[in-house]
């Protein structure tokens, strides 16, 4: 995690930024599960606490090679008039390191209900006795929309940007460049 990457977006009366985010986040991630690697993560400089969006820039992690790996894909076509690309620079030093991950609840109340009529044979009126709305957890972390290459279904993946860390932690990166153990320079 020596380089990396700044993909800002740019201002668009048009379009809103999210949108603009939620299609970036997923060509990244269609870029990387082409190279099915692990060694790519990300981060969002422009986070703000207690908001939903990610902010307006993405940064990619990784060593100088792999990121021109990943930047020599054209995995950014369609999007190059909506970003402005920052050059393959080293990260400065003495940097903190902080995890960045998604975050996941399963509490949704149909869900659970779902599971209790599967599992235990109970029909719907009796799910719902057992299960009560209040159990839903509702998260209030950042978010980008996306859609499933499988299913087609939109879902939101959540993501946490952990504590500040002196050290850095090794790992692998998920094929959305996120991990619950690794982490990458903060700055």
């Excluded at 009529?117 to 998260?139: C, I, K, N």
């Excluded at 050290?167 to 700055?187: E, I, K």
């Amino acid at each position: 995690m020596d380089h990396y990457i700044d993909i800002r977006l740019r201002p668009d009366p048009e379009l809103a930024s999210a949108h603009v985010m939620d299609a970036l986040f997923g060509k990244l991630h269609l870029a990387l599960v082409a190279r099915q690697s692990g060694d790519v993560g990300i981060c969002f400089p422009g986070v703000v606490a207690g908001r939903t969006g990610l902010g307006d820039m993405m940064r990619l992690h990784g060593d100088a090679k792999t990121l021109d790996g990943v930047m020599g894909t054209r995995w950014l076509a369609g999007l190059l008039d909506y970003v402005h690309v920052g050059n393959n620079a080293a990260v400065p030093g003495d940097t903190p390191h902080r995890v960045v991950r998604r975050v996941q609840t399963k509490s949704s109340a149909e869900r659970i209900r779902r599971r209790q009529m599967r599992r235990h044979g109970y029909d719907e009126g009796q799910a719902r006795d057992r299960v009560p709305d209040s159990v839903e957890r509702m998260l209030a972390s950042p978010y980008v929309n996306l859609r499933s290459a499988s299913t087609a279904q939109v879902f939101r993946l959540f993501i946490e940007h952990g504590p500040l860390l002196a050290v850095p932690q090794s790992g692998r990166f998920s094929l959305y460049g996120l991990s619950p153990q690794a982490t990458v320079p903060w700055f």
